[in-house]
């Protein structure tokens, strides 16, 4: 068979209808991933963070969705409990997607278990979803781990079979990394502790938009409408009121995920398998070598 390689030349060209489509506007859509409360062990603790992030979202009017670890909601004796928090975030006009049931990583799981694994994680959601007129649409990649070559492509075939659409990433300022350390302080009474936890983050995330924009302007010498990916921890919860002023002082304006889609970008000619779930500037990289 032939494959069709774009050339620089075809690429250029795209990007360049890309500008004519969208000035120096900067605009974001925020995704909330491991959702509703990674690392809460007990259940007032795992209700209080996804409370928290959903009230700061609600009192800010910003649009989000928020990717579903299901098997956070099958707990013996507090399902009905946990699977409330979905009607309330739904209640409050946010949207849901699906994550897995158990935060598999691609790489290292046989991919029919994959499959299974993506489909176990609808058992709760889809009827909610569906229950309200609406569809279950996005999916998110665990570990944003979206395989390459044939194992890419099996996968985004069967989400593509299930009516599934790919959520990719384009700022990701690893806020996870910092959250075992902010709870750690928290818990010993050290807000001051705490408090240098979320400037180390802080300036975590000034790097990733820096980088996230210099990188769009290198591929289609514009701001595409990005993507932002966070985590639903007790973190966020905490703080998600001065990141969210954060990245407006840095102009954006906050924007849902399907907006964020119709930016041409993401429709790139020849982008390889993968690269919207993974590293979506990594496939812009390896096509305009």
């Known amino acids: 068979m032939l494959s ?26 925020i995704t909330i991933d491991d959702g509703p409360a990674i690392k809460a062990a007990e259940l007032e ?12 979202f609600e009192q800010s009017k910003t649009p989000v969705i928020m ?18 928090v979905l009607e ?38 889809r009827p ?13 990649y665990p570990y944003l781990s979206s395989g390459r070559g044939e194992q890419a492509t099996r996968v985004e075939k069967f989400l593509a079979r299930k009516k599934y659409r790919i959520a990719p990433v384009t700022v990701d300022y690893h806020d996870y990394s910092f959250s075992n350390n902010y709870s750690r302080f928290l818990r010993a009474g050290n807000q001051q502790g705490a408090d240098r936890v979320y400037e180390g983050m802080s300036r ?15 591929f289609f010498g514009r701001q595409i409408k990005h ?14 009121p001065k990141t969210l002023k954060r990245i407006r002082d840095r102009g954006y304006e906050f924007i849902t995920l399907e907006e964020a889609m119709k930016d041409p970008a993401y429709a790139t000619p020849g982008l390889p398998p993968g690269s919207l779930g993974g590293s979506f ?4 990289a390896k096509i305009t070598k």
């Open 4 to 29: 069709f390689r774009p050339s620089l030349l075809l690429i250029l060209s795209f990007c360049f209808l890309c500008s004519v489509v969208s000035a120096q506007e900067k605009k974001i859509a």
């Open 45 to 56: 603790d795992w209700l209080r963070v996804a409370e928290e992030l959903r009230e700061s």
């Open 67 to 84: 990717f579903i670890n299901e098997h956070q909601l099958d707990v013996f004796g507090q399902r009905e409990q946990r699977r409330k």
């Open 88 to 125: 309330k975030w739904l209640n409050a006009g946010f949207e849901l997607g699906n994550h897995t049931y158990s935060h598999k990583k691609l790489r290292d799981t046989p991919i029919e278990d994959y499959f299974d694994d993506i489909i176990r994680g609808e058992k709760v959601t």
């Open 128 to 140: 909610l979803v569906e229950g309200r007129g609406e569809e279950l649409v996005w999916y998110r």
């Open 204 to 218: 975590a995330l000034d790097v990733a938009f820096d980088r996230a924009e210099k990188n769009s302007q290198q």
């Open 227 to 240: 993507v932002l990916l966070i985590h639903c921890n007790e973190l966020n919860a905490k703080t998600l």
């Open 281 to 284: 500037f990594g496939g812009m």
